[in-house]
């Protein structure tokens, strides 16, 4: 991408919901008001939940014309008034739940918490984006700005999932569903504490893959019960922590999965978003459930320290140029193994 400023820019946006709605723009350059600081987009981070708010499979109140994707990673281009935690040239990163600094977020019991970049907010697929400075923290030094794109909210998921909420600690058992962006990270994160990993997939190709990137244990989900399977391989005590991103009826095979006092940790809906599961083992293993939406920003500037101390660097399948959005969108839907990242123009 060009290091000099003109006067335009492009921006991929949609009027409606629906892929066919999506359509490449040209528009000026925003400048930033006080508080807020000019990014230039180097890099953004496709996810799964993208998808399913540009389909329009995940309603939300969008911004018409509207720009989708939450993840990004660029470079300061220049700052606003008043702004004192960034400097221009600083490499930064998005923040999925903007507002949502630290502790509880805002929200309530009949209206929780969303409003996320490429939802209730704008997303980031554009050559720049005006930001506030509370909306970014710094990249990771010992990645680029295409592998630092993937941190903002697979990445915090699964940390959030394990260290934030889940306390993960050395010599306990982690099991990851399936091999996409937060799946990659799990076993990582998990291995960079001491972590048992294993992991379940339907290739076996892919099983080869994260064995490679340090998973203990795979198991193919198509060619046995793969809860008989951790049996086996625990002796029977189950996983103490299992990353749940599948949803829908397979939650009972993690309720059957998860060690007595283990967790699981709710994260996808690729099965929809209604849960079922036995009873019996929900009582008598009396498992902590939490559900994750992602993460606060103290804890993505914990796991960039984190990044970097441990020298974990992010699965990318496929990278693709901006003016590609939807072939990437079409590799999103066969699925990947890791992540697939959108560069800027």
Request: with cysteine; aromatic share 6%.
């Amino acid at each position: 991408m060009s290091q000099t400023i003109s006067q335009t820019m492009q921006r991929w946006t949609m009027n409606a919901v629906g892929r066919e709605n999506l359509a490449l723009s040209t528009e000026t350059i925003p400048t930033p008001g006080p508080g807020d600081v000019l990014v230039r987009v180097n890099a953004v981070a496709l996810n799964y939940r993208d998808k399913m708010v540009i389909d329009g499979s995940m309603p939300l109140p969008l911004p018409f014309p509207f720009t989708p994707a939450s993840d990004m990673a660029g470079v300061v281009e220049s700052i606003g008034e008043g702004v004192t935690r960034f400097q221009k040239g600083a490499r930064v990163i998005s923040t999925f739940s903007p507002d949502w600094i630290d502790g509880k977020p805002n929200g309530n019991a009949r209206t929780p918490p969303y409003r996320t970049l490429g939802g209730v907010h704008q997303g980031m697929l554009a050559e720049y984006v005006v930001m506030s400075e509370n909306w970014l923290v710094d990249s990771p030094a010992s990645l680029d700005d295409i592998q630092a794109s993937t941190l903002p909210c697979a990445g915090l998921t699964a940390w959030f999932a394990l260290v934030e909420r889940g306390g993960l600690r050395a010599g306990k058992s982690v099991l990851v569903q399936g091999t996409g962006g937060v799946s990659m990270f799990a076993l990582q994160i998990a291995k960079a504490h001491g972590a048992k990993v294993f992991i379940t997939s339907g290739s076996d190709e892919k099983l080869a893959q994260a064995k490679a990137l340090g998973a203990d244990h795979g198991i193919n989900r198509l060619k046995n019960d793969w809860v008989d399977a951790v049996y086996e391989l625990t002796q029977e005590n189950g996983i103490d922590h299992i990353i749940e991103t599948v949803g829908g009826a397979n939650l009972a095979n993690s309720l059957r999965a998860v060690a007595v006092h283990g967790r699981i940790s709710v994260i996808g809906v690729l099965d929809g978003f209604e849960f079922s599961g036995p009873a019996g083992e929900l009582l008598l293993k009396s498992p902590t459930i939490q559900g994750i939406g992602v993460g606060h920003r103290r804890a993505l500037e914990d796991f960039v320290r984190a990044i970097d101390a441990n020298n974990i660097k992010p699965v990318i399948e496929m990278t693709y140029r901006f003016d590609e959005l939807p072939q990437a969108l079409a590799h999103l839907d066969r699925g990947a193994f890791g992540k697939i990242v959108v560069t800027g123009p």
